[in-house]
């Protein structure tokens, strides 16, 4: 394991590289960023977001908590989502999940972790309310990988029914939101297919009342 003092010297190393390839990286980026993108993922050490899909400093916004939750009541994560919305108005949200999530697995659990167990209360509640969906799998792992993929979807939902999202597409901006899944045992992204672009594709009773002008 790399000591503290080796981290400080990888970066000069990176820069000095990024540098050497662009000598305007820096200068450039430091001016603004106009990222298109907004990753909401887990803090999950194995799930770097810019290095899975390849993007360099300046190109994706990230918001990273334990099993990527985006809960209504979190200022940070719903300060993010603004900000990445309305100032830099990215086009699309990536909600990306990965199998094998410690947080879902420890919310499957009974026993108590301490603080977190009020933020792994939220995985909780889906298991309950789509506990139908994992009487069939038979082994703990399976019964993970699921509710990873069902957490994911419902995050997505959660994403279109705030009014930070609800309110860029009524002004028509273009706006997307996706669920996506990482697997770390081989480093492939699964679209979990679930992507949102409207309004129109949120149940009725989360949707703001049209404005009229
Ligand atoms: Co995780």
Request: hydrophobic share 40%; aromatic share 8%; with cysteine.
């Amino acid at each position: 394991m790399p000591d503290i003092s080796d981290l400080l010297k990888n970066n000069e190393k990176w820069a000095e590289g990024v540098r050497k390839d662009n000598p305007e990286f820096f200068e450039t980026l430091a001016l603004q960023q106009t990222p298109d993108y907004l990753w909401i993922g887990c803090s999950d050490s194995r799930v770097p977001a810019n290095q899975i899909v390849g993007l360099e400093p300046g190109e994706i916004f990230v918001h990273r908590n334990v099993a990527n939750l985006v809960v209504h009541t979190d200022f940070n994560c719903l300060s993010v989502l603004q900000y990445a919305v309305e100032v830099l108005k990215v086009k699309h949200v990536i909600v990306c999940g990965h199998y094998g999530c410690g947080g879902v697995a420890a919310a499957m659990q009974n026993a108590e972790h301490g603080l977190i167990d009020n933020w792994l209360r939220n995985i909780k509640d889906l298991f309950e309310t789509h506990e139908m969906l994992f009487r069939g799998i038979k082994s703990d792992t399976g019964k993970v990988d699921a509710l990873c993929m069902v957490n994911v979807i419902a995050q997505v939902s959660n994403v279109s029914h705030t009014t930070i999202v609800q309110n860029a597409w009524d002004r028509g901006q273009e706006l997307s939101v996706h669920g996506w899944i990482y697997g770390i045992k081989d480093g492939l992204i699964n679209d979990l297919d679930t992507t949102l672009t409207g309004a129109n594709q949120v149940p009725a009773i989360y949707r703001m009342a049209e404005k009229v002008s």
